[in-house]
């Protein structure tokens, strides 16, 4: 091998490991805080404050996830948060993608107007809608019901939804369905052949929805009462402003569970969240 | 086009608005179940409360249903309820600095119309207490759920060990003692930080009203013969001399106090006494909350608990009715038995705190406990509690005042713990226009 | 010879109309009522602290906003905050994404764990960081003393607070940045890279000339959207861990808007400085829209 070949390959696995490193570091980074939370959640309580801080716990315990049942009806809260998103998400995404072909295909008066509102959306912080919410549920008999949360939780699903659907429909180049059509399809069918083509957009759509439902405290604070609705935000935060005497243990187990489900999706997440909002471009 | 625009947009309000309307018909009133809703805490108190709920539902037949909410939210719900047309919640459990703006809402049920001030206080409770609550003469809540009170907690060791007695005695001429005075603890203080100890863990936090403000400074204040706005004569009291000059002790003391402000109040000055240690260094002295007493014998160090030397803020949580609950009356036998004597008895030995009963206080089960007689003494005992300031804009005050109080603290430090005086002065003064513009003066 | 009357909406407009209308009736309900009425009580003053019902006071409420210090301050914290936090972002997210834009092993792995800041609930981001940044029992102080460097109080020192949430937002939304890139630069075709190393073009040359061209428009998405989140969704991380304190060094607009309404009860005030974070984001969309366009 000659002295210049060796030289660049020599170069070329330095910068590859170099590359390695920096990743390396960048996953520390990233990692840390989850690991912390998680390394609490496993230290006895009277271990769980210590000077200086124990990077490593010396004593594993699984007591707090145990005790967990016992400090706040866990279950309960789960089950909310997921009959609360589900419910979110079904109704976004249906009333959303079906909003977002109609801006799609058709040219209707007021559609440009339509669109802008849905961008304008993102941009009130969700403290506006708080005080007004809680009078239309109140009004509506919605609070404490799984409705009334789902109802605001749409505020954040639904103009998301219209928006990235549409570009992704948008995608789909009309001339498909004329063609579909002239084969003899109904307009009804070929609207539903495009929607399947749209799959993929809808899946990303889901799981970025999802997560802001999922992780969504504000509303739920406010619309609920009882463990009859409230999420499991709420449910921690209700530990974490005790008059006193705060279960760090517990707080940190039940978020640790908490992200299971969102962790779990990770790896979905990654793949289509950046695709969506390069095509919205 | 544009017609036809304008016709579906006006089909879709009108279809909103009928069902808007529908829905807000008042509803058939469903007879008056007996059942209240509460908003409530959590903590100790509320364990024993729901322990012992079931006998008051024996004894009356009213189901209570306690809504958990967090601490800080509860002022958002309940004024949030109270904007509603349909309200759900019948009473709560609120603080004492949120119930001037909450009263002056017109929300809450005055309890002299269930029993007059006489009554309350031929019952035993105590009049200062009641005073400290009453609002425009009215009465919106009794201290039944949570009283806690501030003492101070020493290491016994440290105070009986001879070789620190001898430095004391030596420095400042008289013996060392668990202080009674504030130029007793400001020595004492003082000689623990130059043997390397925390002179005295302070009540200084950003989360909680911040800055030493409301726990340790408007007592102060008080006791200095200034204070921060004088609700009866509408004067604003902050920068006068008495105000001031305890600014300036506070100020000075500090220096023998833990580094800064505390980031999460209780919970760490809980683990600084439980360790004994905060920062790196031990601790001599704490001026902290009475709950803590029970946990003593599991801290590292031995402690034991005296006379906090300055009055009080009162730290006062307990039930109140609220005004457009159909079921007020329900909601006022609830009040009367948390406020009872046997469940009285049964929270104040829960968590070590004050009594709002004298009866309690002087029942011989309770006295037997030694926490007692100091906690009675700093609270209220030998010194009057320092009444909040009783206006609608009382939060905003307190607000503006921690604000200040920090600066003056950070000030402080910058320069090397001099000029506590003039730094005290300017704060203050600053504080005294905050004021004068959230009160529109 | 009749008239045939054109009709006065084509068959396609209505049936365009009918698709919006179920999204457009809920977006009514939960969104432009809410909407409306925070515009409505903008301009007006509801002293429910006093027990009196709501009257009209025009523009009042944002002109005593605008010559309040403390709002001036909340906004500076605000703007100061997005100047630091989303640069930083674009800068780690743009270097991670260009490391990862390669023949890597585990790449998959490597994007997913770096992904899991951004998709963990906000609550639970800030109580990491919060446990992170205790003087005493946080790791960050303990971790920072191996390289010599003295304990910082976080969460209370009037000077650092407001950095304690830019770096717990920084962690929080680079990967959101590093994913867009990424996938921006994934959409590079790789012919542009071979031309022009086979022109003999530099790293460097390529990088600017190229790559970076390329992904103007993602860039501007990016852009756009995570200044928008750094004014109005900033909420959850400054409420958990500092709660604008201390004093009002990490006070934000979000959270001066939330404690305007439930903490002191100025519920028209409230409604005027959300309708300003509307305008301010509008107006910085604009801007990011505009010098998108023009290179």
Redesign the interface.
């Known amino acids: 091998m000659s002295k210049g070949a060796a030289k660049r390959i020599l170069r070329k696995t330095f910068s590859r490991l170099g590359?390695?490193v920096?990743?390396f570091i960048?996953?520390v980074?990233?990692?840390?805080?989850?690991y912390?939370?998680f390394s609490?959640s496993v230290k006895p309580r009277d271990k769980i404050?210590?000077?200086?801080?124990k990077?490593i716990p010396d004593q594993l315990t699984f007591e707090n996830y145990q005790r967990l049942s016992e400090v706040m009806p866990f279950l309960q809260y789960f089950f909310n948060s997921a009959v609360i998103t589900g419910g979110a998400l079904a109704?976004g995404l249906t009333?959303?993608s079906?909003?977002a072909?109609?801006?799609s295909?058709?040219?209707?008066?007021?559609?440009r107007y339509?669109l802008g509102?849905v961008i304008?959306?993102?941009?009130?912080?969700?403290?506006?809608?708080?005080?007004?919410?809680?009078?239309?549920d109140?009004?509506?008999?919605l609070?404490?019901t799984y409705f009334g949360v789902i109802?605001?939780h749409?505020?954040i699903v639904?103009?998301f939804t219209?928006w990235l659907m549409k570009s992704f429909f948008d995608e789909i180049p009309k001339a498909f369905e004329e063609a579909a059509m002239v084969d003899g399809c109904s307009r009804l069918r070929a609207m539903l052949i495009a929607m399947r083509l749209a799959l993929p957009g809808l899946g990303t759509t889901a799981i970025l929805t999802f997560?802001d439902s999922?992780?969504e405290?504000?509303f739920a604070?406010?619309v609920t009462?009882?463990?009859a609705s409230q999420t499991l935000?709420?449910g921690?935060?209700?530990?974490?402003?005790?008059?006193?005497?705060?279960p760090?243990g517990v707080?940190?187990a039940a978020?640790f569970l908490?992200?299971i489900p969102?962790?779990a999706?990770?790896?979905f997440?990654?793949k289509y969240?950046?695709?969506t909002?390069?095509l919205?471009? | 086009m544009v017609w036809a625009t304008v016709l579906v947009v006006i089909i879709i309000i009108a279809g909103i608005a009928a069902y808007w309307w529908y829905y807000t018909q008042p509803s058939t009133p469903t007879p008056a179940a007996k059942v209240i809703n509460i908003a409530w805490t959590e903590g100790p108190e509320f364990d024993f409360i729901n322990s012992k709920v079931s006998e008051f539902t024996a004894q009356t037949g009213i189901t209570v249903n306690f809504l958990k909410i967090p601490r800080e939210h509860i002022v958002e719900r309940l004024m949030l309820e109270m904007l509603s047309s349909t309200p759900s919640v019948d009473g709560a459990v609120i603080y004492v600095l949120e119930a001037p703006t909450l009263a002056s809402t017109g929300g809450l049920v005055d309890l002299y119309t269930y029993r007059p001030k006489s009554e309350w206080i031929s019952e035993s409770f105590y009049q200062d207490q009641l005073e400290m609550l009453e609002f425009n003469g009215s009465l919106y809540y009794v201290p039944s759920i949570w009283n806690g009170a501030l003492i101070n907690f020493y290491r016994t060791d440290l105070f009986s060990n001879e070789t620190l007695k001898t430095l004391f005695k030596t420095e400042f001429n008289y013996n060392l003692t668990v202080p009674t005075t504030p130029e007793q603890l400001m020595d004492v203080a003082r000689f623990f930080s130059e043997q390397g100890y925390i002179g005295i863990h302070l009540q200084l936090t950003t989360s909680e009203m911040g800055a030493g403000a409301y726990t340790f400074y408007p007592p102060l204040a008080a006791y200095y013969g200034g204070g921060l706005y004088n609700t009866t004569t509408g004067q604003i009291t902050c920068n006068s001399t008495g105000s001031v000059h305890a600014l300036e002790y506070l100020l000075n003391l500090t220096q023998y106090a833990q580094p800064t402000v505390l980031e999460d109040g209780t919970f760490e000055a809980e683990q600084a006494i439980m360790q004994g240690q905060s920062g790196g260094k031990q601790l001599a002295m704490a001026d902290q909350w009475s709950y803590m007493y029970p946990m003593l014998p599991n801290a590292t160090y031995p402690w034991n608990i005296s006379e906090r030397i300055f009055p009080q803020q009162p730290d006062m949580l307990g039930v109140t009715i609220l005004k457009n609950s159909p079921k007020k009356d329900y909601v006022w036998q609830f009040v009367n038995w948390t406020s009872s004597f046997e469940i009285t008895k049964g929270t104040t030995l829960a968590t070590p705190k004050a009594p709002c009963r004298s009866d309690v206080a002087n029942d011989p089960e309770v006295k037997a406990n030694y926490w007692v007689k100091v906690i009675v003494d700093s609270y209220g005992g030998h010194k009057p509690l320092v009444p909040v300031i009783k206006n609608p804009h009382a939060t905003e005050i307190y607000e503006a005042m921690m604000r200040r109080l920090g600066e003056a603290f950070s000030d402080f430090q910058a320069a090397g713990h001099t000029n506590a005086h003039a730094i005290a002065q300017e704060k203050l003064d600053t504080l005294y226009g905050d004021i004068k513009t959230i009160l529109g003066i | 010879m009749r008239n045939t009357k054109k009709p006065i909406l084509s068959k396609e407009e209505i049936i365009g109309l009918l698709m919006i209308t179920p999204a457009l009736a809920v977006l009514a309900l939960v969104y432009f009522y809410p909407l409306g009425y925070n515009i409505d009580l903008s301009f007006s003053n509801w002293p429910i602290k006093e027990g009196l019902p709501k009257y009209y006071v025009g523009l009042d409420n944002y002109m005593r906003l605008f010559s309040d210090r403390d709002f001036q301050t909340v906004i500076v914290n605000t703007l100061f905050f997005t100047a630091l936090s989303v640069p930083t972002e674009l800068f780690i997210g743009l270097g991670i994404a260009l490391l990862l834009n390669r023949e890597l092993k585990g790449k998959t792995v490597f994007i997913t764990l770096l992904a899991l800041p951004m998709i963990v609930a906000p609550v639970v981001a800030a109580l990491a960081w919060k446990w992170l940044y205790f003087y005493d029992y946080g790791a960050l102080n303990y971790v920072l003393s191996f390289v010599g460097i003295q304990p910082i109080r976080w969460m209370s020192d009037v000077n650092y607070a407001i950095y304690s949430i830019i770096i717990a937002d920084i962690w929080t939304t680079t990967p959101f940045m590093m994913l867009i890139l990424y996938a921006g630069l994934q959409m590079i075709p790789t012919q542009l890279y071979e031309a022009a190393r086979m022109d003999g073009a530099s790293q460097w040359h390529i990088f600017w000339r190229i790559t970076l061209p390329s992904l103007k428009s993602v860039l501007a998405v990016a852009l756009m959207i995570r200044t928008i989140d750094a004014f109005t969704k900033l909420f959850d991380i400054v409420y958990i861990i500092t709660g604008g304190g201390p004093g009002y060094a990490t006070e934000v607009l979000p959270t001066f808007g939330y404690k305007e309404a439930f903490t002191f009860f100025e519920l028209g005030r409230s409604a005027a400085i959300t309708m300003i974070t509307l305008l301010i984001s509008a107006v910085m969309v604009v801007i990011i829209l505009r010098s998108s366009r023009r290179k």
């Open positions: 590359i390695y920096i990743l960048a996953l980074w990233a990692l840390f805080p989850l912390w939370i609490t404050l210590s000077v200086p801080p990077l109704l009333i959303g079906l909003a072909y109609g801006l295909r058709y040219k209707f008066p007021g559609s339509f509102f304008v959306s993102r941009m009130i912080p969700y403290v506006a809608f708080v005080l007004p919410i809680f009078l239309i109140s009004n509506l008999g609070v404490d109802l605001p749409l505020i639904l103009p219209i997560l999922w992780n405290f504000m604070l406010t009462r009882t463990p935000p709420v921690i935060a209700l530990q974490l402003q005790r008059l006193y005497g705060v760090w707080i940190t978020s908490f992200c969102v962790f999706l990770g790896y997440i990654q969240v950046a695709k909002f390069v919205g471009v």
